[in-house]
């Protein structure tokens, strides 16, 4: 019987290992040939490193970067200004609207970029008569693509707690509901908002169709651009950015793991 | 800290077609322990809810020291709860779930004020425990005394300790009811276990539909319940068939008191199991069934013609009503209620 159960392991075992590899050869093999091809020019790494160089080099590389940077950033904001009170507000007062802001939240899932830009652009076009033609435009497009993700994260946080309980405790205590939700809710979603904000950080540094067909720049149109006469810089940058999405990820799975450790 | 006189006037609450609070009228004395008992879905939880401010009522008015306060909220009401459900604030340990109310009244020492309630409720050296890290009793005691250290008008205990295992209930049941005494607090206390109610209220309102049936101390309400549906939700009863002539009716020969005057004729009584003796007799009518060994008590089964008749009897009787067994049933003088 021992017996039995140890050949059962081994071949677990064997079995898992096999899939690791694969997998592992799967993702790691175009990353080493990327790594590999950037390596090609001298110089292209080090000057990646040397923020006032590449500036200098290539310009439209660098105000690629820092709009995604800064259109990640207020993207995460706006998500986490606009949904996580609503969140709250849906689960303590208004529980039956529930399936309905979860399907609105989860519809841009199902509705391909292409055809979400068709219909951005009449909308764009008021955006850009009243603020402009900035990059920064884009976050509101943003803040709708990712709501599926963070909505997914947000959700996630508060079915963990008792979110009604809380908040009538707190409440009973003389809390307003601004308290009930900076001081009570808040805290104890805290893993579930770094997820949804890390989530958004990702999309945003990896969305290319939005910003290119609606002439806005950001890290993956320059990238998309600097292809074109400068292949070595363009794959070093992808790679950085993909690792960037990687750390953001395994991040967010440490998170994950902290918050299961500490219920 | 003094208690408040707590009125409850002509409540009304409907969720859809259910009426949850039906023209309720509760009146609590300064300092009183109330436990409301009743069956799931009679309103206890609600008229708890409207008193806290955590449920709107359609009609009516809540009075706290004279004052109308029905449209005030929750935050504002001045009241500590413990609620069914574990409500300690996960993210905090147990003295700052403690100062939580005491800090947003801005109160200096709240530290020393919150240090000061867990020790009354025994749990001093667990300050600095997380929820997490405290068993079920242990969390309900913390959030006792983080309703108690805001100094609440009145405490309002909606089944704290229907989450607890039997050993652990008691415990607290009795240590709620001290602390209660201690500090004088005007309570109300939810409950559908009706010897929490009895052991631990000054008076005990059964409720049925979103009314009270019976307000009244627990050994009243017990001894002499107003209606058959207290008769029958408040221990155990048997639904004897009798007469009523005059202000007695006449059950299985013998002469029982009534605790409400009715109309002579046949009707139903309500007999408690303690109050029926069981007496081996070989001429007499009734057949012992089956008998059962409860512990401190046992109970005895027994056939009188069609009739099931349940009664209690010591341990030391059992040997001798084995089943089979020709009894004599005799009922004590106290009286009972009809239907």
């Not at chain 1, 071949?11 to 993702?27: E, P, S, Y």
Request: proline share 5%.
């Amino acid at each position: 019987m021992a017996g039995v159960i140890a050949r059962r392991a081994r071949k677990q075992r064997a079995f898992r290992w096999t899939v690791l590899i694969l997998l592992g050869v799967f993702f790691l093999l175009p990353m080493a040939a990327m790594l590999e091809f950037s390596t090609r020019t001298a110089g292209t790494w080090s000057l990646l490193v040397d923020w006032p160089k590449l500036n200098e080099t290539y310009p439209d590389l660098a105000a690629g970067i820092v709009a995604s940077l800064e259109q990640a950033g207020l993207t995460a904001l706006l998500m986490l200004v606009l949904l996580v009170p609503t969140a709250i507000w849906v689960r303590l007062r208004l529980p039956r609207l529930r399936p309905l802001v979860e399907f609105l939240c989860l519809l841009p899932l199902t509705i391909p970029a292409i055809v979400l830009v068709v219909g951005l652009a009449p909308v764009y076009a008021w955006v850009t008569y009243f603020l402009g033609g900035s990059s920064l435009t884009l976050v509101f497009a943003y803040t709708v693509l990712v709501l599926p993700y963070a909505y997914r994260a947000i959700d996630a946080g508060l079915s963990a707690i008792d979110v009604k309980t809380l908040a009538e405790a707190a409440r009973g205590l003389g809390a307003g509901w601004f308290t009930v939700m900076w001081r009570v809710v808040l805290p104890n979603i805290r893993s579930a908002v770094l997820s949804a904000a890390f989530l958004t950080v990702a999309l945003v540094l990896g969305e290319f169709t939005i910003a290119s067909l609606l002439h806005r720049t950001n890290l993956q149109v320059a990238i998309e651009f600097l292809g074109k006469s400068s292949a070595t810089m363009s794959v070093a940058v992808s790679l950085t950015a993909l690792l960037l999405a990687f750390v953001l990820l395994l991040l967010l799975s440490l998170f994950g793991d902290s918050r299961k450790r500490k219920t | 800290m003094s208690g408040v006189a707590v009125h409850l006037k002509g409540l009304r609450r409907t969720f859809g077609a259910i009426h949850a609070l039906d023209d309720l009228d509760l009146e609590i004395a300064p300092g009183e322990f109330i436990a409301l008992l009743g069956p799931s879905g009679c309103g206890k939880t609600t008229a708890l809810r409207v008193l806290a401010g955590l449920e709107d009522a359609d009609a009516g008015q809540v009075l706290v020291d004279g004052k109308d306060v029905t449209r005030l909220p929750a935050s504002r009401r001045d009241m500590g709860m413990v609620f069914q459900a574990y409500s300690l604030f996960p993210h905090l340990d147990a003295l700052q779930n403690v100062e939580f109310g005491l800090r947003l009244r801005g109160r200096k020492k709240a530290a020393g004020r919150a240090a000061e309630m867990l020790d009354l409720v025994g749990l001093g050296s667990f300050a600095t425990r997380f929820p997490n890290q405290l068993s079920g009793g242990q969390q309900q005691r913390v959030a006792l005394a983080r309703a108690l250290a805001i100094e609440p008008t009145v405490l309002l205990l909606d089944e704290p300790l229907s989450a607890l295992d039997a050993k652990v209930r008691v415990q607290l049941r009795d240590e709620i009811r001290r602390i209660q005494t201690e500090v004088g607090t005007t309570t109300l206390f939810v409950t559908h276990d009706q010897e929490e109610a009895l052991a631990v209220a000054d008076r005990v309102g059964v409720m049925k539909a979103g009314r009270l049936e019976q307000l009244a101390p627990p050994a009243e309400v017990y001894l002499r319940p107003a209606t058959a549906f207290v008769a029958d939700f408040v221990g155990l009863s048997n639904r004897l068939p009798g007469v009523v002539e005059g202000d007695v009716i006449e059950v299985l020969g013998d002469r029982l008191p009534l605790v409400a005057p009715r109309a002579a004729g046949a009707a139903t009584a309500l007999v408690r199991p303690e109050s029926i003796g069981v007496t081996p007799d070989p001429d007499g009518s009734g057949r012992v069934l089956t008998t059962s060994f409860l512990g401190p008590t046992s109970r005895a089964t027994v056939t009188v013609g069609d009739l099931l008749v349940v009664a209690q009897v010591s341990g030391a009787e059992l040997p001798a009503l084995a089943p089979g067994t020709a009894v004599r049933l005799t009922l004590r003088p106290v009286p009972v209620a009809t239907e």
